[in-house]
């Protein structure tokens, strides 16, 4: 791809125009597959295209995954900007392999709210999201209100949870270990009360719209999962729901960044900043049934009803991704070790 990039502004400028020009503008974007990756095509990736003349190709997989490549290349990705949750942000970005962002090239900077911001301005919160339990409105008629529910024996091999390898995985443990009595310096409680119920489960996905099959399918009436991913699949004829635990559901800053080896800088931050622009920004939270960075944008009822709210938000709990960052290697050895085997 990116040999292709260079021989594509080679001839623009052989051929005298500009390597600005719109035939020798290509981004290449990692992202989310499923329900994201078309809501971010309709609300970012088309408007960009139709005011740059740029053309995005995207590359799908996680938050893990895309942290993966990125290190993997050591500086030289074949990535022009990748999405990926704000842990996995602060990894790559403590490895010294993105590149900082100019606010000044970004119109939209007044607008974002300040906690969206990264170290130095790594990268940017791009929307707010949550890791909570979604269920089967017509099987469970009684909506969840803690964590525990999901060890009922009632629901012993119908529920699905997150392999640690994705957001919820880790951020299920994290939530279940505080629950059981443990710290982020000691996470035995929450290994121990996790394993039986890793046993029992339909599956450990390890891509958020595996899920999506499971419910359909009837495999499963609920879930530890994401309220934009239910709520789009609501709205689809699904019969989901999302309920947000007593003890608090584990908030989400899926972030927006431009990985090291680029030669599009510009061009990426003008993507970003078509990210932030509170149209399309409230474009992709109705779609997405997630919550917006720019202070600008005012939700629906229909999605205000599915994204934490109130109580809810309050009761969030947002982990440091800095922190994260650096405990999330040993704990998923652990994962591995105790849970897997």
Not at 15 to 38: D, Y
Not at 125 to 150: E, F, H, Q, V
Not at 198 to 223: M, N, P
Not at 277 to 302: H, M, P, T, W, Y
Request: negative net charge; contains cysteine.
């Amino acid at each position: 791809m990116k040999l292709h990039r260079n021989l594509l502004v080679t001839a623009a400028i052989l051929g005298g125009f500009s390597v600005s020009s719109a035939s020798a503008q290509e981004l290449v974007l990692g992202e989310f597959g499923g329900s994201f990756a078309a809501n971010v095509k309709a609300c970012y990736i088309a408007p960009f295209e139709k005011e740059t003349g740029a053309t995005v190709v995207t590359k799908l997989a996680n938050s893990a995954q895309h942290a993966a490549a990125v290190r993997a290349t050591a500086g030289q990705s074949d990535m022009d900007v990748v999405f990926a949750d704000d842990a996995f942000a602060v990894q790559i970005a403590n490895e010294g392999l993105l590149v900082p962002l100019d606010r000044a090239k970004l119109t939209n900077t007044p607008d974002i709210i300040d906690g969206a911001w990264g170290k130095g301005d790594a990268y940017v919160a791009a929307m707010l999201g949550a890791t909570t339990i979604i269920y089967n409105k017509d099987k469970i008629a009684t909506p969840p209100t803690s964590w525990n529910d999901l060890f009922d024996p009632k629901y012993k091999g119908r529920v699905t949870i997150g392999d640690i390898s994705g957001t919820t995985g880790w951020q299920f443990l994290a939530a279940v270990n505080k629950m059981a009595g443990g710290t982020l310096d000691d996470i035995t409680p929450g290994i121990e009360k996790i394993k039986p119920l890793a046993k029992d489960a339909v599956l450990l996905y390890t891509q958020a719209d595996q899920v999506v099959s499971l419910f359909e399918r009837g495999e499963i009436d609920i879930a530890v999962w994401y309220p934009d991913r239910a709520g789009v699949q609501a709205k689809n004829g699904l019969p989901l729901a999302a309920a947000y635990p007593s003890e608090g559901a584990v908030g989400i800053r899926p972030a927006i960044m431009i990985p090291k080896g680029t030669q599009q800088v510009d061009l990426a931050l003008k993507f970003i900043d078509t990210v932030l622009n509170a149209d399309n920004q409230k474009c992709f939270s109705e779609r997405q049934f997630i919550g917006s960075v720019n202070k600008k944008v005012e939700l629906s009822a229909e999605v205000s009803g599915m994204v934490p709210t109130g109580e809810a938000l309050d009761k969030m709990l947002f982990l440091d991704p800095s922190d994260m960052a650096a405990r999330l290697p040993e704990w998923t050895r652990r994962w591995q070790r105790e849970v897997l085997r």
